[in-house]
T-cell receptor, first 110, second 114 residues
Framework: QQPVQSPQAVILREGEDAVINCSSS?????VHWYRQKHGEAPVFLMI?????EQKGHEKISASFNEKKQQSSLYLTASQLSYSGTYFC???????????FGKGTSLLVTP | DSGVTQTPKHLITATGQRVTLRCSPR?????VYWYQQSLDQGLQFLIQ???????AKGNILERFSAQQFPDLHSELNLSSLELGDSALYFC?????????????FGEGSRLTVL
């Protein structure tokens, strides 16, 4: 039930773009994205709901393809503060469980 | 500060022992989630409660149990501890019982089993 994230890790220079993908073998009803900095708790970025509703971050966008059971997080013009581990969480038809992937480590260098 | 409080922050114990981790959700949040984070497995969902009732179970071992009390705080009990139980345990809370709402994570409880 754990979604699969790719890539596992990515290194960018400041100003470059990145895409992080999240896929599930089961039907998705929602996708959450969180960022965790080293030694800190995960922090909410965005929720995408079945039907197209989105709630979240101003500078980070995401897509949710219900048919393909996939979501992608788009980080454009990356800043040093974007460094951290990004987790996608997926909700299934139980209505309650939120399962996270293993994370994608992102490092933005000057 | 997310408003979610977890205690203790650090815990060192021996194999075979039993520990209790405590979580106080944000004021007004009825739902509590527990996650285990280890280096190679990411965030593993353990269990979720909503207003005192268990709503979803993930990969929670039989040696682990949890409950949510009438004042909405939650406790995660880990017994017969093994070396592999060493991890960071996060509690998160949410207003809603489903997964349509933002989760607020506590700072975590780091458990070391020697």
């Amino acid at each position: 039930q754990q979604p699969v994230q790719s890539p596992q890790a990515v290194i960018l220079r400041e100003g470059e773009d990145a895409v992080i993908n999240c896929s599930s073998s089961k039907a998705l009803y929602s996708v959450h994205w969180y960022r965790q900095k080293h030694g800190e708790a995960p922090v909410f970025l965005m929720i995408l709901l079945k039907g197209g509703e989105q709630k979240g971050h101003e500078k980070i966008s995401a897509s949710f393809n219900e048919k393909k059971q996939q979501s992608s997080l788009y980080l454009t013009a990356s800043q040093l503060s974007y460094s951290g581990t990004y987790f996608c969480g997926t909700g299934d038809n139980s209505g309650y469980a939120l399962n996270f992937g293993k994370g994608t480590s992102l490092l933005v260098t000057p | 500060d997310s408003g979610v409080t977890q205690t203790p922050k650090h815990l060192i114990t021996a194999t075979g022992q039993r520990v209790t981790l405590r979580c106080s959700p944000r004021s007004g949040d009825l739902s509590v989630y527990w996650y285990q984070q280890s280096l190679d497995q990411g965030l593993q969902f353990l269990i979720q409660y909503y207003n005192g009732e268990e709503r979803a179970k993930g990969n929670i071992l039989e040696r682990f149990s949890a409950q949510q009390f009438p004042d909405l705080h939650s406790e995660l009990n880990l017994s017969s501890l093994e070396l592999g139980d060493s991890a960071l345990y996060f509690c998160a809370s949410s207003v809603t019982g489903g997964y349509t709402g933002e989760l607020f994570f506590g700072e975590g409880s780091r458990l070391t089993v020697l």
